[in-house]
Nanobody
Framework: QEELVESGGGLVQPGGSLRLSCKGS????????MSWHRQAPGKERELVAS??????????TYAEFAKGRFAIFRDDDEDTVSLQMARLLPEDTAVYYC??????????????WGRGTQVTVSS
């Protein structure tokens, strides 16, 4: 059974830092593109950052709001993907979700989602 479990969320003051982690199991983690998304109250879920598999080059992409503040990492030995967040703003408050896209050959990719972890930026 495919599973993604996020951890590391919490309450942090504006300007602070937080590191989120996501542990995958039940699928080919090292072959999968991994990403972090977030959803604030009343807003649609949006992409924060993604990282391709190392076999695909391990390239990263970031939303504009994340550039220069957030960094995504993957550890294929531990089947984890992390999001290091710095200089957090109140508007970064959201539930952060981990996503995996497992390649299925000619059938494309199959997405899996974690249940999310709450990040609240407030003084």
């Amino acid at each position: 059974q495919e599973e993604l479990v996020e951890s590391g969320g919490g309450l942090v003051q504006p300007g602070g830092s937080l590191r989120l982690s996501c542990k995958g199991s039940g699928f080919l983690f090292r072959r999968s593109k991994m990403s972090w998304h977030r959803q604030a109250p009343g807003k649609e879920r949006e992409l924060v950052a993604s990282i391709s598999s190392n076999s695909e080059g391990g390239g990263t992409t970031y939303a504009e709001f994340a550039k220069g503040r957030f960094a995504i990492f993957r550890d294929d030995d531990e089947d984890t993907v992390s999001l290091q967040m710095a200089r957090l703003l109140p508007e970064d408050t959201a539930v952060y979700y981990c996503q995996a896209e497992e390649p299925m050959g000619r059938f494309g990719t199959l997405p899996y989602w974690g249940r999310g972890t709450q990040v609240t930026v407030s003084s």
